[in-house]
């Protein structure tokens, strides 16, 4: 039952601007190479409206729900689970920025609960149309500060867990056996985590697991996680997952501009920036998850593999950029250095290890 996931929200655009894929040389659809390492889970993301008045696109996959559901539709159809990640925002959400979409500006209290739950209710019932109801559900993206600000900040932790709470109950109104995610970032931080958690603890929340951001040029070691990880799940008897995780086959920018990953954040790792060192940080990650306690590891989402150097398939675009007012937007290919295929699509080593794996 171990999770060998995929994020690969990106996918549509980096198809519409040439990306292909290989392994072994031979051109592939990238399901077929997933099906051949095991892989048995693809995460997406969901925004409400990418788009300016304009109708320019806000970069990053425009991942609104067309793109989802013919992504999902894509992925149902050869036979992989399904985790759909609300970020009830129209642009990226994370702890540095949970704006509540165009849509949803002006409301508050009541009026805000009913849009977010009737919105969760829509979007499943079109999932469902689609053939592809999903398994998984993140109520938020790494809503370590809240979500929907300023209703929803952390600050506002009573508020906060009433919106978490329409979300979740539209889901289990929806079908009960979907399992609810709730995610945060920096899986290292068990302070954090205890201290989020106790917040929401007397609001008696229904969720089944808690989602961990892990990277580990950011957020420490392997050893770290797994203390986390083994606290946080016997504490609160919850499963964790990683539902966010990458690492680099190299810091070369690969002729992109914006590149997170450099040799400045390899130093900050056990593993060399190479195919080999991805390698070995995919098989250290994989363990480690398995010796979570009382097997309530479930596994992992390798975040955007497939995100190829293609200049223009952005982390955000001009009307994005100024969607976000410049906070913390990359105009550029920020990602292609940490994918799971080099800058020609072959299928890197790291695959090795996801394929020893049984499938869900």
């Known amino acids: 039952m171990f999770i060998n996931g995929m994020d690969i929200s990106m996918l549509k655009e980096l198809e519409e601007s040439g990306a292909k894929y290989f392994h072994e040389e031979r051109e592939k659809d990238i399901f077929d190479i997933f099906k051949k390492f095991n892989v048995n889970l693809i995460r997406l993301r969901l925004w409400i409206d990418p788009y300016d008045e304009d ?18 539709k894509r992925a149902a159809e050869r036979g992989f689970s399904l985790m759909l990640d609300f970020h009830y925002s129209d642009f990226w959400a994370d702890p540095s920025k949970q704006h509540k979409p165009k849509a949803w500006q002006g409301l508050a209290g009541a009026e805000l609960q009913d849009s977010l739950s009737s919105y969760t209710s829509s979007v499943l019932s079109k999932m469902a149309q689609n053939g592809t109801s999903p398994h998984f559900v993140q109520i938020g993206n790494e809503i370590t ?15 906060m867990a009433s919106l978490l709470s329409c979300g979740i109950k539209a889901v289990r109104d929806f079908d ?10 920096y899986g290292t931080d068990n302070q954090m985590y205890r201290n989020w958690l106790r917040r929401i603890e007397e609001h008696h929340l229904d969720y089944d697991i808690i989602g961990m951001s892990y990277y580990p040029y950011w957020n420490g070691s392997l050893q770290k996680l797994l203390y986390n990880m ?26 992109c501009e914006g590149m997170i990953f450099n040799e ?5 790792v056990p593993y060399p920036p190479s195919k080999e060192g991805q390698k070995s940080y ?4 994989i363990d480690t998850i398995k010796k979570v306690k009382d097997n309530r590891g479930l596994g992992f989402v390798y ?16 009307p994005g950029f100024r969607y976000l007012e ?13 994918a799971l295929f080099d800058e020609k699509g072959n299928s890197n080593p790291a695959f090795e290890e996801l394929g020893k794996e049984k499938s869900i």
Request: proline share 3%.
């Open 176 to 185: 009960r056996h979907i399992r609810i995610i709730l995610h945060l970032d």
């Open 264 to 268: 400045e954040l390899a130093m900050k």
């Open 145 to 159: 500060n809240g979500l929907l600000w300023p209703d929803g900040h952390i600050d506002n932790s009573a508020t």
């Open 230 to 255: 083994d606290d946080i799940s016997s504490y609160y008897n919850k499963d964790v997952i990683v539902i966010e995780t990458a690492y680099g086959y190299t810091a070369c920018n690969l002729g």
């Open 282 to 285: 995919m098989l250290d990650l």
């Open 303 to 318: 975040w955007e593999p497939a995100w190829l150097a293609i200049p223009e398939c952005a982390w955000t675009k001009a």
């Open 326 to 338: 410049n906070d913390n937007g990359i105009i550029g290919n920020s990602w292609a250095n940490q």
């Open 55 to 72: 109708g320019e696109a806000y970069g990053g996959g425009t991942n609104d729900l067309e793109t989802t559901l013919a992504l999902a």
